[in-house]
């Protein structure tokens, strides 16, 4: 049996060492930092609705002055101030949600033993490779808090 790592969870502090990734969107980590993970099976985005959120954050950002179809685009929110970068993140990340809780697709982890299998794999590893937190195992989707005791250990997860 492998010893658990001697590290605590901790939140987010602005004032220390943090890795930020860029994507769609960024992805920051912080080694010890609770962070809110979410993974969908899938069939849970049906294009349609995935063209439809492309769109409505489209129509947000060229509302703002920001043209998505710029390469680039997302460096230009980096000088926006954090309010309105917040907003945008709430906007988009809101809208995501709402359409994974609308329950598109098979819903597979509706059934009891594929949600159980998801259940116990997330607790495999907790205490070994990140500290677990809370988690949900939606019909269609996961969420769950988790740290990682280094930016490597979390990043690798993308």
């Known amino acids: ?4 790592p001697d590290w605590t969870p901790q939140c987010y502090d602005p004032l220390e060492d943090r890795a930020v990734v860029w994507r769609k969107l960024p992805h920051w980590s912080q080694a010890g930092t609770l962070a809110f993970i ?10 349609v ?3 439809r959120w492309l769109a409505a954050r489209d129509d947000w950002l060229c509302r703002r002055g920001v043209d998505p179809s710029r390469p680039g685009w997302e460096s230009l929110l980096e000088d926006w101030p954090i309010a309105r970068r917040q ?3 709430g906007f988009v990340s809101g809208r995501w949600s709402e359409h994974l809780d609308e329950l598109h697709g098979s819903c ?16 495999h590893f907790d205490g070994y490779r990140y500290r677990l937190s809370d988690f949900v195992v939606m019909p269609n989707h996961v969420h769950m808090l988790a740290a990682f005791a280094a930016e490597e250990a979390m990043l690798a997860q993308y």
């Open 1 to 4: 049996m492998v010893p658990e």
């Open 38 to 47: 979410t993974w969908r099976t899938w069939d849970s985005m049906p294009a």
């Open 49 to 51: 609705v995935v063209r």
């Open 87 to 89: 907003e945008f993140r």
């Open 108 to 123: 597979p982890l509706r059934r009891a033993e594929f949600a159980g299998i998801v259940d116990e794999s997330l607790r």
